[in-house]
Each structure stands twice: as C-alpha cells, then as structure tokens.
Nanobody, 129 residues
Framework: HLQLVESGGGLAQPGGSLRLSCAVSGFTFPYYHMAWFRQAPGKEREGVSCITSSDGSTDYADAVKGRFTVSRDNAKNTVYLQMNSLKPEDTAVYYC??????????????????????WGQGTQVTVSS
C-alpha cells in the first residue's frame, strides 16, 4: 500500500525552526528522487527543495536557500526538511512527493514531474508571533 506521510508541522515564531519528516512505504524509496512542495492560501503550489536518489544532490528554491536543508535516510525510507530562520511567508501546507518515473538524472522542483498518487497529504506550517 503506497503511502507518503508528512509530520512535524506546527506553529513556529519568526526566526524559529521546524523539522518536517516524510515517511514512505509501498515503493522502493532509495530509487526515487524526493521533493518538498508548499502551497500557501491563494497561491499556487511551489517547489521548495528536492534530493536526488543516486548521489544525494539537492536543489532549493531561491526563497529558502541558506535556510532550509533537505536530507534523506534510505534505511528509514524517510525524507526530511530542516527549516531554520523561518519567516511568516513560509506559512503554507508542505507536501512531500516522489518522482517515480526514473526518467530524470536529477531531481527537479517542477510539480508536473511528480505523478498523482505519489504525494503526501500535507502538513501545515504556520510562522507567526
């Protein structure tokens, strides 16, 4: 049974930190690129960060570079997003997704590359004082 389950969201103060986790089951996690996306109210879903399956290389949206760090633990079938120096504009629902097409050498931040059915349900992150 395929599942991607995010956790770790919540309320944080500006300048604070949160660590999101995405636990995966039902497919061979180490083979696939993983990504984090977010969607704020009234805005389109945007790519935040991704990590490539083969070499662990990463990519980040400009808005989060230097503040967020993506990592993966293939033994635990889990991908993480460490979020530091949080800003109110980071408030959104955060989703993890898996690129299972094995067509791309590197991960991408384009949501269209992540098939329906390979997304988590999302976890709310709110940054407010």
């Amino acid at each position: 049974h395929l599942q991607l389950v995010e956790s770790g969201g919540g309320l944080a103060q500006p300048g604070g930190s949160l660590r999101l986790s995405c636990a995966v089951s039902g497919f061979t996690f180490p083979y696939y690129h993983m990504a984090w996306f977010r969607q704020a109210p009234g805005k389109e879903r945007e790519g935040v960060s991704c990590i490539t399956s083969s070499d662990g290389s990463t990519d980040y949206a400009d808005a989060v570079k230097g503040r967020f760090t993506v990592s993966r633990d293939n033994a635990k079938n889990t991908v993480y997003l460490q979020m530091n120096s949080l800003k109110p504009e980071d408030t959104a629902v955060y989703y993890c997704a898996a690129d299972v097409t094995v067509l791309r050498e590197k991960c991408t931040l384009h949501s269209g590359n992540y098939l329906l059915g390979y997304w988590g349900q999302g976890t709310q992150v709110t940054v407010s004082s």
